[in-house]
């Protein structure tokens, strides 16, 4: 989710989108993620978005990065 302004975009790994106009529609009930004369805006808030992914984004390696775990596992035992 980034907002910007008076416009909100979410937005998911499957291309799903929402984009609302928060000082128009507060309660966000109109998405007008598909409105054409919104392409811009839309367009910006997505690179916004995936920009800051990048930015964010952990550059260690995953093969190198293995979460640290308990003996005999006994974590999971108390969630």
């Known amino acids: 989710m980034v907002r910007k302004g008076r416009w909100k975009l979410l937005f998911d790994l499957f291309g799903r989108g929402e984009l609302y106009d928060v000082e128009r529609d507060p309660g966000e009930l109109v998405n007008r993620f598909d409105d054409p004369a919104l392409a811009?805006?839309?367009?910006?808030?997505?690179?916004?978005?995936?920009?800051?992914?990048?930015?964010?984004?952990?550059?260690?390696?995953?093969?190198?990065?293995?979460?640290?775990?308990?003996?005999?596992?006994?974590?999971?035992?108390?969630r």
């Open 40 to 78: 811009p805006i839309r367009l910006e808030m997505v690179e916004e978005l995936l920009a800051w992914t990048i930015r964010t984004e952990d550059d260690l390696p995953g093969a190198r990065y293995l979460p640290k775990r308990a003996d005999r596992n006994w974590y999971a035992h108390y």
